[in-house]
């Protein structure tokens, strides 16, 4: 799932994260292997949120899942894996108009 930049800001202020922009080197690699995501890097690996049940009223919310762990102390390289469902859940919002 693709985020508006509000969405992107409103997960980042619920999950301890950063964003790879989309202008980064590495995100047609990671586009190629995962798909077309906004992807979120943190001290656990690499992540991207997909759509989740909407809140009582409607809003929309995103799973963080994760694709990739660290594979070393430094954390200067990636090991990917089966997507893993965490337990955090991001109120999206609506899309502004």
């Not at 047609?28 to 759509?51: A, C």
Request: aromatic share 6%; glycine share 6%; charged share 20%.
């Amino acid at each position: 799932m693709r985020l508006s930049a509000a969405r992107v800001e409103r997960t980042l202020s619920q999950f301890e994260a950063q964003c790879i922009p989309d202008n980064h080197p590495v995100v047609p690699q990671l586009n190629q292997i995962f798909g077309d995501h906004t992807f979120f890097i943190d001290n656990k690996g690499l992540h991207i949120v997909e759509p989740a049940e909407p809140e009582r009223g409607g809003t929309p919310t995103g799973q963080v899942i994760k694709l990739a762990t660290w594979s070393d102390a430094n954390r200067t390289s990636l090991a990917p894996h089966e997507p893993e469902m965490t337990d955090v859940i991001v109120v999206l919002g609506a899309e502004p108009n």
